[in-house]
């Protein structure tokens, strides 16, 4: 048995003449899930995903947001004394969708 967005079910049945079979199948929900790497010029920005505080960037290093449900996803990078970075990003199941940002000065 197959459902978008539910993992394929499969099942041996027996069917016997003048009989009926009754079948049930819990169906569980197919995760998809991506990742978010995140590149910045500042060191000590904090990262939030749709609100929600995540990380912290390295301006050496990408930082990387895992588990990240596919869809759309607001992304912000703060610091003190720099600009507000926000952008939409697009997850996309089991890729890893990069971010380059560019912090400026107030």
Known sequence: MVLSGYQEWNSYVSV?????TTVSA???VEQSYGTISISCNQSGAKIFLDGTYKKTTFSSNPVALENIKDGYHELTIIKDGF???VEDIWVYFGEISS???TMTKL
């Open 83 to 85: 600009r507000t970075w």
């Open 16 to 20: 016997f003449p003048s009989q009926t």
């Open 99 to 101: 971010v380059d940002v």
């Open 26 to 28: 819990d169906l569980i």
